[in-house]
């Protein structure tokens, strides 16, 4: 997933991929911790708000050009 890209969250709400920072990715590090949110999310549901997710709580819909 990039900056662009069309997400579905587990709870099945779509947004549209702000940014990632992969030092805040637990999963990436092996931290195993799972308290980083290294995405995030653009939220139209929530009137645009950035929100912020865990790599294993979307799934990518669509890739931006």
Known sequence: MKKGDLVRTVSGRLGIVKAYYPQ???TRMNT????SYP????MPDK????EYFQT???EL????R
């Open 32 to 35: 195993g911790s799972g308290t």
């Open 61 to 64: 819909v669509s890739e931006s």
């Open 24 to 26: 805040y990715d637990s």
């Open 47 to 50: 009137h645009w708000c950035v």
């Open 39 to 42: 995405w995030y999310v653009y």
């Open 56 to 58: 294993d709580q979307l």
